[in-house]
């Protein structure tokens, strides 16, 4: 029971007045001898010690004591009385509780106080009895109140937008703020559905700081996720529990462009473009005079970035005799020339047979090298950039063209071209390739040997041809990044230059039901519809165009822009973005996916990567071929004026001919904060064409968040667009 008393000295000498009159129970001890157990000691102070402490919080102290009995002392399991005295700063008593039979667990008990001031002082005396004693002890100690910790979540940092695929950090300062006694406690990261990982055991000592790092959280939803760190368990308890948390907001994405430092995949873009047919305005294609305004006007306004145009010397130049317009054939191609420069493209010129010039390199290509200082200096083509040697060379058995014959046209061009001081004008680009028999005389491996090896000084970029069926697109993955594997690790460093696709495209097949014979025309649909007129052909283009760029490309072009004829029949070809005339020079899905590219990027751009970028992206040789998982495959251009454009889409729709009703939600991070951007899409209601959906506002943290068609294409870009 709690017994009342009116003043502070009375209390202490009832407690005084129970030590006098407590008797030895049981008589009178025995005399110990030598190798008996230490006997308790009769002094009551030496006998049993009593610790204690306090610890205040916001409404009461909690007062805690704690008995330790000498060798020879029995332990007891209660205090007969004990007396709480706490004393105001001038020593006056301010409260007792005197408290009988008080149990003891492991020799400690609590008592509750009403709130004690810090550093005030408190009193604590105890009569201890038990069945086992001959005697009633008394013990006292005194402490003053000490606040209880007050943990504080101070900090928490983490990434401000980080993506669903790379796990972070995140790290919190917890501190105790009130300075007198440190704690123990569970330091717990949460977040939207719960605990994240285990909790941290740390010591926070008074008025100390640690800092505790939860390491690889992993968080796979694309939101802005809000992470919260707090301090549980705290032994002994908190002084205020209303601070022991702090949130943080991230932003997740799954892309982010890779800006400090950016992933520069090419330095300087060559462009994106076409095969322009030189035989457009001949006799061989003869379209209607007065529909060719308006192709014209069609092919400037796509702004095609890279051309490549034939120069055949047995069309235009009649090495063969067979050829007696070759004259207006000649026309034809510098008209078609005129064409490409107009639009602004770069411009290649093909030196497509290599039938006469390989026996007599030294006339050929001086014949050719006028032709070329005809376009630049008479006719005044100042886009004409590059050239090349022999169409598809290595296809070519090694008997009938060897590459030691090769590089003899290179070295007679590349000195026909310094006479007439065009060479830094006009750069040499080798290859023209296709992959052929792996490990054979024929294949891009043993012509690169030999170039490298031979041909280095006289080239400035590399070239190959690139080609898949719609149906197996893994095709066009693996051969672009056995060339990139190729070019930019295989080779040595000294041969390490820019790298062209100068031919590529997706193919059909050649026959269809009752269809006619036309090489890769036709999509096996039930009207056996020719692909050209589809939009999987613009979707996997632009496929193409994206993976080449994140693969270090410098520069493709699509075989081919418009119809025309080139040296056969007119049903040979059904690879056109733009139709024939007797369809009004139709534009065809693949024109309006290609000039979503092509408008929002320019030459000369910085291409960048964008995270993630994972294994199964990566270029890998020919005989480690791996399938890259079917997901969003995203690239950026940064223009020279803060220009920026990201390109994309989702490969889960490359085999879509029509809308699924699916669409891919795209967050991108890392982008300038509170910019605004132009989302335009490609075939977002599957009709092939291109409309500009929306304006995008990156927020504070620089993200965007957008939903695309699942067979639709988009570019994000800073440019405008009409």
């Known amino acids: 029971m709690e017994t009342k008393l009116s003043r502070p000295v009375r209390r202490f000498g009832l407690l005084a007045a129970l030590a006098a009159a407590a008797v030895t129970v049981g008589g009178t001890p025995s005399t110990a001898r030598a190798d008996d157990a230490p006997a308790c000691p009769s002094s009551g102070r030496i006998a049993y010690a009593l610790d204690a402490s306090a610890l205040t919080g916001k409404t009461q102290t909690d007062v805690s004591v704690k008995l330790r009995a000498a060798p020879g002392c029995p332990a007891v399991s209660g205090l007969k009385l004990l007396q709480v005295r706490s004393f105001a700063a001038n020593g006056s008593v301010q409260q007792v509780r005197n408290l009988t039979d008080v149990a003891l667990t492991d020799g400690a008990a609590t008592i509750a106080l009403d709130r004690v001031a810090r550093g005030q002082a408190i009193e604590a005396n105890a009569l201890v009895q038990g069945d086992t004693l001959r005697r009633t002890y008394v013990a006292r100690a005194a402490t003053t109140s000490l606040l209880r910790p007050d943990l504080v979540v101070q900090t928490v940092r983490a990434p401000r937008q980080a993506l669903t695929t790379r796990p972070f950090d995140v790290v919190a300062e917890i501190a105790e703020g009130n300075g007198d006694v440190g704690a123990d406690v569970h330091v717990v990261l949460a977040g939207p559905l719960g605990p994240i990982g285990d909790p941290l055991a740390v010591n926070v000592p008074a008025r100390g700081r640690v800092e505790v790092t939860f390491h690889d959280v992993a968080l796979a939803e694309d939101a802005l996720v809000q992470v919260k760190v707090l301090v549980a368990d705290a032994a002994p308890g908190e002084y205020d529990t209303g601070n022991n948390d702090r949130a943080a907001a991230i932003e997740m994405t799954k892309n982010e462009l890779t800006v400090t430092p950016p992933r520069v995949l090419v330095e300087s873009l060559g462009g994106y473009g076409f095969q322009f047919n030189q035989h457009l305005y001949a006799a061989i294609t003869n379209p209607p005079p007065e529909t060719l305004p308006d192709l014209e006007a069609k092919v400037k306004a796509l702004e095609p970035q890279m051309v490549r145009i034939f120069f055949n010397d047995n069309w235009e130049l009649n090495a063969n005799q067979e050829h007696p317009e070759w004259a207006e054939n000649l026309a034809s191609f510098e008209k078609t020339v005129q064409l490409a420069n107009e639009s602004g493209a770069s411009i290649l010129i093909a030196y497509q047979t290599v039938t006469s010039a390989k026996s007599a390199p030294t006339t050929w290509m001086k014949k050719f090298a006028d032709v070329l200082q005809d376009l630049v200096q008479t006719h005044g083509f100042g886009n004409v950039d590059w050239v090349t040697i022999g169409n598809e060379p290595n296809s070519i058995s090694a008997s009938q063209f060897s590459t030691t014959q090769y590089e003899a046209l290179y070295r007679a061009l590349d000195a026909e071209l310094k006479t007439r001081g065009l060479r830094t004008e006009i750069g040499l680009v080798g290859g023209d390739l296709v992959q052929n028999t792996e490990g054979t005389a024929g294949g891009h491996r043993a012509w690169f040997d030999y170039m490298t090896t031979h041909m280095n000084d006289v080239i400035d970029a590399w070239s190959e041809h690139i080609y898949w069926q719609y149906d197996d697109p893994f095709r066009m993955e693996s051969r672009l990044k056995d060339v990139a594997h190729l070019v930019h690790e295989e080779l040595p460093a000294e041969a390490r230059k820019p790298i062209f696709i100068m031919e590529y495209g997706v193919r059909g097949t050649d026959t269809c039901g009752t269809k006619p014979l036309v090489k890769f025309a036709y999509y096996k649909d039930a009207n056996c519809t020719e692909l050209r007129r589809l939009s999987i052909a613009g979707f996997q283009k632009l496929w193409f165009s994206v993976e080449a760029a994140q693969l270090g490309f410098d520069a493709v072009a699509n075989w081919d822009l418009y119809w025309s004829v080139y040296d056969k029949t ?44 994972n294994l199964d992206d990566e270029a890998t040789p020919y005989n ?17 004026d803060g220009q920026l454009t990201m390109l994309g889409l989702d490969t889960n729709g490359r085999a879509l001919v029509a809308p699924s009703g699916g669409n891919s939600t795209y967050s991108i991070g890392d982008l300038p904060a509170s910019t605004t951007f132009h989302l335009v899409l490609w075939n977002a209601t599957g009709d092939g064409t291109t409309s500009v959906s929306s304006t995008v506002v990156s927020n504070a943290v620089g993200v965007v968040r957008f939903e695309v068609p699942l067979q639709a294409a988009f570019a994000l870009t800073t440019v405008p667009v009409s």
């Not at 139709?579 to 000039?595: K, R």
């Open 624 to 640: 480690e071929p791996h399938r890259d998982t079917a997901e969003q495959e995203l690239v950026a251009y940064s223009g020279p």
């Open 570 to 613: 007119k049903g040979n070809q059904s690879f056109w973005i733009i139709g024939p005339p007797e369809e009004g020079w139709a534009l065809y899905p693949s024109y309006y996916a290609l000039q979503l590219l092509l408008q929002t990027t320019a030459r000369g751009w910085q291409v960048v990567g964008l995270d993630p970028w």
